[in-house]
């Protein structure tokens, strides 16, 4: 069963840069045939789509984001990551991994909040 | 940007059939997959049908999705008090080159 786990900061200032890991475990992130994804879901709101990277490093963004964005992937590692420069208040939210193509599996989410 | 239409709220009686709809157009709804996802307070989304409208294993038969043009539809039968949750539909958009979600419904079992 594949088990995937956001690792962040949790509370940032604004205008900082968010840094997030997704690390997979009991399955490979490898495997070419799959893309892995970021979702995020402001408090009380809906899910909003980030992004998603495949093991070759093509990605795919929100275009909302996409000036803010970095998307990577370590194979070596078996995980991937985020980077989202000049956070504001906007961006507080909890951000969950997952692998893409079916949403099937999902991390735990981790809550980021951007407060001055 | 544009996005799929979920109805904000839907009330149903204990062991009656709820029926969520999430409406796109012929980029995303119409001609890609869409998947139906729950999440109850506090937790991660769950997969309940992917995008050739299966159940993942352990997901209930009561849970079914289609699709007829651009809208697909998530039906619960025989309504349970755990089925009470937010749902959310996903599908990728063919000319935006990015993944959408509805905003969500809000199921209450009454």
């Known amino acids: 069963q594949l088990q995937m786990q956001e690792s962040g900061p949790g509370v940032m200032k604004p205008s900082e840069t968010l840094s997030l890991t997704c690390t997979v475990s009991?399955?490979?992130?490898?495997?070419?045939?799959?893309?892995w994804g970021w979702i995020r879901q402001p408090p009380g709101k809906g899910l909003e789509w980030i992004g998603s990277?495949?093991?070759?490093?093509?990605?795919f963004s929100n275009p909302s984001l996409r000036s803010r964005l970095t998307l990577s992937i370590d194979t070596s590692k078996n995980h991937f990551s985020l980077r989202l420069k000049s956070v504001t208040a906007t961006d507080t939210a909890v951000y969950y991994c997952?692998?893409?193509?079916?949403?099937?599996?999902w991390g735990q989410g981790t809550l980021v909040t951007v407060s001055s | 940007q544009a996005g799929l239409t979920q109805p904000p709220s839907v009330s149903k009686g204990l062991g009656q059939t709820a029926t969520l709809t999430c409406t796109g157009n012929?980029?995303?709804?119409?001609?890609?997959?869409v998947s139906w996802l729950q999440q109850h307070q506090g937790h991660p989304p769950k997969l309940l049908s992917d995008?050739?409208?299966n159940r993942p294993s352990g997901i209930s038969e009561r849970f079914s999705a289609s699709r007829s043009g651009n809208t697909a539809s998530l039906t619960i039968a025989g309504l349970q008090a755990e089925d009470e949750a937010d749902y959310y539909c996903?599908?990728?958009?063919?000319?935006?080159?990015?993944?959408?979600f509805g905003g969500g419904t809000k199921l209450t079992v009454l």
């Open positions: 997952a692998r893409h193509g079916e949403l099937d599996y």
């Open positions: 009991s399955g490979s992130i490898g495997a070419p045939a799959y893309y």
């Open positions: 990277i495949n093991s070759g490093g093509h990605t």
């Open positions: 012929s980029n995303n709804v119409g001609n890609q997959g």
């Open positions: 995008r050739s409208n």
């Open positions: 996903s599908a990728w958009d063919s000319g935006l080159t990015t993944r959408l």
